[in-house]
Nanobody, 117 residues
Framework: VQLVESGGGSAEFGGSLRLTCAGS????????MGWYRQRSGAEREVVAL???????EYADSVLGRFTISADLNKNMVYLQMNNLKSEDTAVYYC????????????WGQGIQVTVSS
């Protein structure tokens, strides 16, 4: 399974960016896709997830600012990031899960998002 992220880069404080992730190579349908991030010196943390049933989960820190959308039938997931803050600066990773109890997982290579004040 391969996940490829695009759309990262630099934005000013209060600006917007949109991340895209395209998955391929899976023989089973993904049960969920989503986004994690890792800030410098910190552990990787969940940002937003979406299940095949449309259910979403967001980190408290991005609620009201970030919106996840996905087409799991096409192995695509998106993250619209608005009102960006300096603390959103991180490497963002696409994630997909499949199999019983979503046991199997794949990760993208990561994409840098930098917010400047």
């Amino acid at each position: 399974v391969q996940l490829v992220e695009s759309g990262g880069g630099s934005a000013e404080f209060g600006g917007s960016l949109r991340l895209t992730c395209a998955g391929s190579g899976n023989s089973e349908s993904f049960k969920s896709m989503g986004w994690y991030r890792q800030r410098s010196g910190a552990e990787r943390e969940v940002v937003a997830l979406m299940g095949r049933d449309g259910a979403t989960e967001y980190a408290d820190s991005v609620l009201g600012r970030f919106t996840i959308s996905a087409d799991l039938n096409k192995n695509m997931v998106y993250l619209q990031m608005n009102n960006l803050k300096s603390e959103d600066t991180a490497v963002y990773y696409c994630n997909a899960r499949w199999g019983a109890y979503s046991f199997f997982a794949a990760w993208g290579q990561g994409i840098q998002v930098t917010v400047s004040s």
